[in-house]
């Protein structure tokens, strides 16, 4: 033993090595095992644990002893298939299915495009500037309720409502309109809103991109006759061409997930219910949690595979481009 | 001459397109600008009106005079239609703020390990925590609820009403973001000095809280500002998992507010006024910190 530690040998340094790389690893478990301890416990158990109630019937009744509810097998999932807040039942009644797509397409889309104008306008040396930046980030900022009450202030049905003194102001309108209680309108209006409150997270990732381009690229294409327009889509445009995907898959899955916007601009009526609020009528309205967990599912299912389609498809497309 | 004339006339060319942009430009800025201010002059200016003011024929876009009926209905006992809004001003407070604190201390721990230590599982980890990302929160509150009724009536606690269970299920939904963006701060730290302090004599846990804590105060704050929002606004857990008013946090009475049968929605945007102020106030002295970490997913959703 003494022999080895005064002339240490290659096979003792490295089980030295080892040992305080093994000392290592189990310091990094102890360091990570209490946020690991959380996610995993609060976040990817409860996701497995939603296929396995999706599977069941569970109820207010039996929410107590929820690990012998009874096996149900596709039950649930029918149920909903067939419900009518959820499927497509011709113009007039979109469903929630289809409601969920084509909101959060449109809203992700006019997102991208309000982000890439703000970002823009703030690319632009102008004096107050960061003042500017700022304000523009006041709606991601501030809390959800918050605007969205303002939001539904604005657009009381009463005459003291905004929108419709504005309106009526200009003559468009003769009688005061419950614009959030209106088929269509609605729709329009919690797009319009989703626009509003998340283009600055748009906006600031433009922003940064839009700042490391070189700039002799400009000055290139100006020599070369280019016009602002021009420059813009031919060199603007092509440079922001990833950042442009990441934000559009980013804010696509979020806006997916969404539940409290709408939930709290028209509580899910008017042609306006999505699948998250679809999942929250089921599960703490009728309370029932087995047909709840098969339509979040059914939204991790749809999402699941529009990522698969974007990531192989379109990215590919833009890399061999 | 035939040479000045040109001259002018480019420069007359120059000076009209320069001006048609400069048009669209301040034309854009104060569009963006107005949309964004006139929500929350509204909300502010809302909340120093009177009943009668609120309900006229016309909006009233300039308050007559500040008037604290709303204040008072939500802050002043003697009030007839007393709200009691103080004690979901101090509930959201028991909430957001030990939500901050203890995310900002696992993330550290975590983090750290992630950025400095190698083990194995490492990658895995990371991306299991990650992935949280992709899951709606409508999915996980269903199984979380059975879930954590099914423990609580064995270790005896009550899943509803109960703050310390919301902070919970708030640390499952801001340590992710905390880890990686500390995780990213961590790396951009340089090992050097670390290993000169090991080499010293100093533990890890020294090295930590002497070296790596100090220089990383900076995003530290952003950090804890970002969990501390992502609580005080959150509003699917609470909205579920509270019942009763006096446990409420200020979103969920926000809601109750608005709900109620008779409108009063200069009360509401008192309260909106009174939450969201403090957030922007805190969000505008940092925002030199805090942008970079908003496209970071500081504030999810």
Known sequence: MTALSEKPTAVSRRRRWKSKDAQEARMAWALISPTALIVFGLVLFPAFFSIWISFRDVTLGNLNDVFNAPFVGWDNYRAVFNDFAFKWQGWGSWGAAVTSVVYTFTATILTLVTGLIASLVLNRPFRGRGMARAIFLFPYVAPIVSVAFVWRWLLDPRPSGVLNDVLMGMGIIDLPQAFLSTRGVALVLVIIFEAWRYFPFAMLMILARLQAIDKTMYEAAKVDGANTLQQFWNVTLPELRYVLGAIFLLRLMWTFNKFDDIFLLTGGGFGTNVLPVLTYQFSFKQFNFGRGAATAMILLAILLAFMVFYVGVVMRNIDEE | ?301
Not at chain 2, 213 to 218: D, Q, S, T
């Open chain 2, 1 to 301: 001459m035939q040479n000045t004339q040109e001259n002018k006339n480019f420069l007359d060319h120059m000076a009209s397109r320069f001006s048609l942009q400069g048009f669209i430009f301040a034309i854009t800025l104060t569009f963006f600008l107005v949309s964004i201010l006139f929500p929350f002059y509204w909300m502010v200016s809302s909340s120093f009106k009177t009943r009668a003011e609120i309900g006229g024929r016309e909006p009233v876009y300039i308050p007559g005079e500040f008037r604290l009926e709303a204040y008072q209905e939500l802050l002043d006992p003697s009030n007839p239609s007393f709200q009691n809004f103080g004690v979901n001003i101090w509930n959201t407070i028991k909430v957001a703020v030990p939500t901050a604190v203890i995310a900002v201390i696992l993330a550290v721990l975590g983090s750290y390990a992630i950025a400095r230590l190698k083990f194995k599982g490492k990658n895995f980890m990371v991306n299991a925590i990650l992935v949280v990302y992709l899951f709606p929160g409508i999915l996980l509150i269903i199984p979380l609820f059975s879930m954590l009724a099914r423990i609580g009536d064995t270790i005896g606690f009550d899943v509803q009403d109960n703050l310390g269970v919301l902070v919970f299920t708030y640390l499952a939904q801001t340590l992710p973001v905390a880890l990686y963006m500390l995780t990213n701060y961590f790396r951009t730290i340089p090992d050097e000095i670390e290993q000169a302090a090991l080499i010293d004599g100093c533990s890890r846990l020294e090295v930590i809280w002497r070296i790596t804590l100090p220089l990383a105060v900076p995003a530290l704050v952003s950090v804890a500002i970002y969990t501390l929002m992502i609580a005080w606004n959150e509003f699917l857990y609470a909205f579920v998992f509270l019942n009763s008013h006096e446990l409420f946090t200020m979103p969920i009475k926000i809601n109750t507010i608005w709900n109620d049968p008779s409108p009063r929605p200069h009360v509401v945007m008192a309260a909106s006024t009174i939450m969201t102020v403090p957030i922007m106030v805190l969000f505008l002295s940092l925002e030199k910190y805090l942008a970079e970490g908003l496209s970071a997913g500081g504030v999810k959703g």
